[in-house]
Structures are given as C-alpha cells and as structure tokens.
C-alpha cells in the first residue's frame, strides 16, 4: 500500500509540474483570463492582493509560452489560413444570423428573394454586414422528414433560386455561409454520406461556409470532401473546438463569459487569423459583445430574428455597432498581427487595450469598460523620432507629450465607449486619411445621445374574412354553439423562455408571450368534422383548375393530379396556408380562429384531450419514427377520438393550419393538433403540442418551403 501510495504522489506530482509548466493562466473555455491581481478586489473577499510589479510583461511571456508550446502539441498546420479562397474569413467581422422567414429578405408576394432590402436596411441601422449566416431549417425541421438538405432545396425556385439569392449577396460584396446539424438523423437520410452531400451542395449553390451548429467542432472530413471537390468552405463549429480542430475550423462562434477585465480569445491568441464572431443572442444589450470583439480583434453575431423571435439592436448598440466595424474594416491587416499584445498598459482604472504591430506602424483598439467618461493621458508609447499619432476613433491627430523615454498620449473615450489609435511615421495613408474623415463625420454626436432602451417587436393578427352565415347545420359540418370560454394556451417553443417576444400576440394583448389566457364571447359556428381529404381536395382542383403560383411541393405525395391509391380518405397534406384558404373560399367556409379550434377539442369542461383528460394512444394514429413518412391514418380511422361535440380527427393525425401572425420581419401560422410523424434523435426537431392548451408556430416563407407532409386542415363557417 505505501508503494501505490508513493507512486500516485509521484504522477500527481509530475502532473501538477508538467501543467505548471504549461502556464500559470489556464483557459476558462475559449477565454485566457488576465492577472487576477488585476480584478477590482473587496474587502469581503479576504486580504488584498497587489500586482507585483511588471506583471504584464510576465504575464504576456507566460501565455506567449504557453502558445509556442501548444502549438507544437498540436502540430499545427496554418495551411487553410494561407488559402486564398478562405481569406476572406480573417476581415469577416459583422455576421448576423438570419432566418430565410425574413420578410425584408423574400416577398412571398412578388416572390422574389429581396437581398438588396435586406442589405440596405442592415446598411442603415448599423453599417453593414461582411457575411451572413442563412438559416433554413430549425426550427421548422421535423415537422416532415424533409432534412437539412432538402429544406434548403425547398427554398423558393429551388436550386436554382438559391444560387441566384448567393449570387446577389455576393454581388454586395457579403460571404454567405449555410448551417449544418449533426443531430438531423431522424429525417430523410441522404445519398451520400453527410460531408460529401454538404459539400455538393454548397458548391450548387455557391456558399462560401458553413456553421457547425451545436457542434465542438467540425470535423477534418468536412474540410476534405469540399476541398476535394474544388470548393474550399470555411468551417464554422457553434461550440469551442479542440486546439487541433483550429487547423480546420477557420472560424469559430464566441459564446463568452464578460467579467469586467476583458479576456483573450484562446483561439485568436494561438492563431491570429482565426476569425470569431461573438454571439450572444439573448441579450438585449451588446456593448459586452462588441468590447470584448474590439479587444480582441474580432467580430460578433449581429443575431436579432432567433428563430422568429426578435431581439432587435438598440440605437446605441447599432451605432456602437457602425463605428466598431468601420475601424476593424480598416485596420484589417494589423489585427491578425501574430505580434498582438493584449492587456496593453494603460493609465486609467477600466481602460483596456490591445496592441497591434504591422511594420513601422501599430494599432490600438481600445474599450472603458466602466459607467463614465475618461479624459486626459490614457497611454503610453515609446519615443520614436517622425512617428505620427492619430486618434482613430475621434479622427483626429494627437500631440505625443515627452516624458522620459516615452511620450504619454491624451484623448477621450466615452462610458462604455471605444477607442482607436495609430502609430505611424510620416504621412498616413489614404485609407487612413478616409478613414479619419468618417470617423470624425461619425463621431460628432456621443454614443450616449443614442437610445439604449430596447423595446419589443409588435405583431398583428391576420384577419379571416367573415363567411356567409349558415341557418342550418352544412353537410360534413358539427355546429359549436360558442359562448364565453376561457381561451388558455402556450406556445410550445425550445428557446426563449418567458421572455417578452416568444411566441404571439393576440389582439388583446400587448406584446407577443408564451402563456396565454383571456376570457372571450365565441360566435356560433359550423367546423367540419374531419380534416379535408384527398377526395374533396381533387375536386375542389377539378371544379377550379386551381394552380399556384408557386408550386414547389405542392401536392408531392401526389402523381399525374392524383393521390395514392387508398388515400382518398386520408387527409390532404402538402398544402401550403394559402392553398387551405383557397379551398375554404372555394367551399363557402374559412380556417377556423384558434379558439374556435379549441372550443370544438375541448367542450365546457377544459378538459386536456378532446376525449378527456388521460393520453389515451388507441385515439390517435401509431406513431411514425422512422425516416420516411408512411402517411397519416384514415379521417375516420379512430373514433374514440372524438370532441365533446363530436368532432373527428383532431390529435395526433395531422396539424392543422389556423392563425397567421405578422411582425416587420416575421410572418407564422399557429398550428394545432399535433401529428403522426416523430423524427427521432434529437431534441431540436419541430415540437409537438398534443394537448388542447397548446400550439406550435411554425415560421413562414414562402408555399413551396411551408408546405409539409405533416400539414393538413379543416374549415369553419359562421352560424346565424
């Protein structure tokens, strides 16, 4: 026993030396931290301790170490990042993700992808953007077995169309990169494995990279399948990957801490030209993301529509935003300097800077991390004869005043603010000269002029036209007598919490939310008693010769105009919103309003279920979870099913579509029901709502990208 006790205190002990050796300063994920003896200290928190003097330098010596060494354990290849077709990624600072269900991106209506609106609205409100992420699938996927793949081909002219939509991002100059999910393994499997089907893909329609959602990392094969195809990407991974995945992933995402000294990104600081966009969606205030993107030379996840959801950026975050970009879009080659030296020493408590070294001349980017303005000498540099000073930010030149062996430089930053400054002998360049000019244009008015007060998005309900009345009970329909009913539902998305802005907002309420409750006088009103088949949807066709105008994916369970065979009682799906209301005018009636939907499901007693209030499996169809759809059950396949009032068919078969919601930049549908199909897998797919006192939005864009197998519908009219 003491011999295995001397041993495991031998190899302790190397593993303490041996991880002593690696540096004093261990990464805390992504982020180096600074000296702790730098952290503003309380009394509660035990005895003070002081910096020792020069502790910067060995600080800076110590992770400068620790980079040398790390690199040689993970033999790092720089290769990629020599690539000229991967090199825009080192200047890709402002990357928002974008849903495709954008309304200032796609007009359903002359349906059209609108990129340059998109653009300039984005151009407008905070300067620009140097790539885009375009998000077209979670999270509506799963809700059929379309995957990943296939939900980008069912964007709007297909293909071809999406080619097209690259070609206008390009056109502006913007790389654009798509998604990719590891964990859609329960929808339509592809016919190749998963890195060559991405890689041809993205080469069809001319993407420049691609994001690693959820993923710590994309793997190598990735890389190779499109490099091998003559279509290098630029791998993005949401999560940290390992140091060794840095010689592939280019790019990664910085889902940060912010303590109030700033700390070095762990993958910058290894390799300076690896690009990290900060993101950090739910915030509603980015000066954390964009001090921390400043200091360390990076960009930042310009995210507002998440997931239909929007966080929409401050006045003074965007122009915060404006400013920021500007300077590292301009100063672009110093700030993949491997020379960087972060936590440049500064005089003033809360002033944090990094130093960027290119030649004869050097950049500093600068943030006040603290709640109010600083002015006077800020820094130190050393006494070089002919160098020039100018203060980027303000664009304006400084006067360098001697002290010793240093001139001490004297400027302002704001609270909360940025700074910028350039070292430079002799004349500055015209780049630069342009430079000063916008920024002193730009910066005449203080970031605090700007309203920081973040307010949520509206939305409206669409209206569904009244029908004609009906006396007397129409065929295939069960009259709803209405009157008053507590109308209780919740929205049954995976983010977003509580927050103001999930889910919708009816007409009586005055922000969208998840939970909702109203008491309400409900019309009388006839709903059909099963969802619309088959049969009756071939002959609303034959009757109008109906054709949409865009109709990717209409009908595609069907073939030649007719369905399977013995499925003319099963419900039609494949049918896009603008379809249902189609058929509904057609046949005298309308989609029902969600509370008339529920009233039919749950009757008087509130019941859970339309058949009680215990999940009952021999009411709704088995369940399908595999990777094809086999289809949904007959109409009238389970009886036991039924509604207080007799109405057929409402869980578990099909959704079904009723309310449609609108922001600025968001349109959805609510849907009810629930359906047969359960991708399996994963915890991301479309969720489902089972029960009366729930729904699920789904995100709209356009007919061929909202149809879905999963869909179907039925219809009301009015009573007298």
Not at 328 to 356: C, D, K, Q, T, V
Request: with cysteine; hydrophobic share 35%; glycine share 8%.
């Amino acid at each position: 026993m003491p011999r295995i006790l001397a041993a495991t205190l031998i190899v302790l002990g190397f593993s303490v030396l041996a991880r002593a050796q690696d540096t004093a300063y261990h990464a805390e994920g992504q982020q180096i931290p600074p000296p702790h003896c730098m952290d503003l200290h309380h009394a509660w928190e035990g005895p003070a301790v002081t910096c020792p003097p020069n502790i910067h330098e060995h600080w800076l010596a110590d992770i400068e170490h620790w980079r040398a060494e790390r690199r040689i354990r993970i033999a790092f290849d720089p290769t990629r990042y020599q690539m000229p077709a991967l090199q825009w990624t080192q200047s890709s600072y402002i990357q928002p993700q974008m849903m495709v269900h954008d309304r200032y991106f796609y007009d359903p209506v002359a349906r059209r992808y609108t990129v340059d609106r998109y653009l300039d609205d984005l151009e407008k409100r905070y300067g620009g953007i140097d790539a885009v992420l375009v998000w077209a699938t979670y999270p509506n996927m799963g809700v059929d077995n379309r995957n990943q793949l296939e939900m980008v081909e069912s964007m709007p002219g297909g293909i071809e169309g999406v080619r097209q939509m690259v070609a206008d991002f390009h056109r502006r100059g913007v790389r654009v990169l798509f998604p990719m999910m590891m964990w859609d393994e329960g929808t339509d499997k592809p016919d190749q494995p998963w890195p060559q089907a991405l890689a041809a893909l993205m080469k069809q329609i001319g993407a420049d990279g691609v994001n690693g959602d959820t993923q710590d990392g994309v793997p190598l094969e990735f890389s190779l399948a499109a490099e091998k195809i003559d279509h290098p990407l630029a791998f993005e991974p949401e999560d940290s990957p390992s140091d060794e995945a840095l010689a592939w992933n280019v790019m990664t995402w910085g889902q940060y801490n912010f303590p109030f000294i700033p700390m070095v990104d762990r993958f910058k600081w290894l390799e300076s030209r690896h690009m990290v966009n900060i993101s950090d969606r739910w915030n509603n205030d980015k000066t954390d993301d964009l001090q921390y993107a400043f200091f360390n030379g990076v960009g930042w996840e310009s995210w507002e529509n998440i997931w239909g959801i929007w966080n929409g950026i401050t006045p003074r975050d965007a122009e915060a935003t404006r400013r920021v970009a500007a300077i590292e879009r301009a100063i672009a080659p110093f700030l993949i300097s491997p020379a960087w030296e972060p936590l440049y020493p500064m005089h003033n408590y809360g002033i944090y800077a990094s130093r960027w070294p290119l030649g004869q001349e050097t950049t500093w980017t600068i943030v006040n991390r603290t709640g109010y303005d600083t002015t006077g000498p800020q820094m130190d540099v050393p006494l070089i004869p002919n160098m020039r000073y100018f203060d980027l930010y303000h664009g304006a030149e400084l006067k360098p005043i001697p002290h010793g062996v240093k001139n001490t430089l004297s400027f302002s930053i704001e609270a909360h603010g940025y700074g910028a400054i350039l070292a430079t002998p002799g004349r500055p360049s015209a780049s630069v000269k342009a430079l000063l000019q916008t920024m002193a244009s730009m910066t005449t008015r203080p970031l605090a002029s700007f309203s920081h007060q973040w307010t949520v998005l509206p939305q409206q309900i669409v209206g569904i036209p009244s029908t004609t009345p009906a006396a007397e009970e129409p065929q295939g329909m069960i009259r709803i007598p209405g009157g008053e009913f507590d109308f209780r539902v919740q929205g049954t998305e995976i983010e977003g919490g509580d927050e103001p802005g999930v889910d919708v907002q009816y007409p009586w309420e005055d922000s969208p939310r998840r939970f909702h409750e109203h008491r309400m006088a409900v019309k009388p009103f006839f709903i059909d008693k099963y969802p619309v088949t088959n049969a009756q949807f071939k002959q609303f066709l034959d009757s109008t010769h109906y054709k949409p105008a865009d109709s990717g994916n209409f009908l595609r369970d069907w073939k030649n105009g007719a369905y399977p065979e013995g499925w003319a009682n099963r419900p039609v799906t494949w049918v896009s919103i603008e379809d249902a209301r189609a058929y509904a005018k057609w046949a005298g009636k309308r989609l029902p309003h969600e509370w008339e939907w529920q009233m039919a499901a749950e009757g008087e007693d509130d019941r859970e279920y339309p058949w009680g209030n215990q999940w009952q499996p021999v009411n709704v169809p088995l369940p399908d979870k595999g990777r094809t759809m086999r289809g949904p059950d007959p109409v009238d396949a389970h009886p036991e099913g039924a509604s207080p009032y007799g109405v057929m068919d409402m869980v578990g078969n099909v959704w079904q579509w009723t309310e449609e919601f609108t922001d600025e930049h968001t349109r959805a549908a609510i849907l009810r029901g629930g359906e047969y199909y359960q991708p399996q897998g994963s915890i991301w797919y479309f969720p489902p709502a089972f029960g009366n006192h729930e729904h699920s939005k789904l995100l709209l864009m356009a007919p061929s990208y909202d149809r879905s197998g999963g869909i179907g519908f039925r219809c009301v009219r009015d009573a007298q």
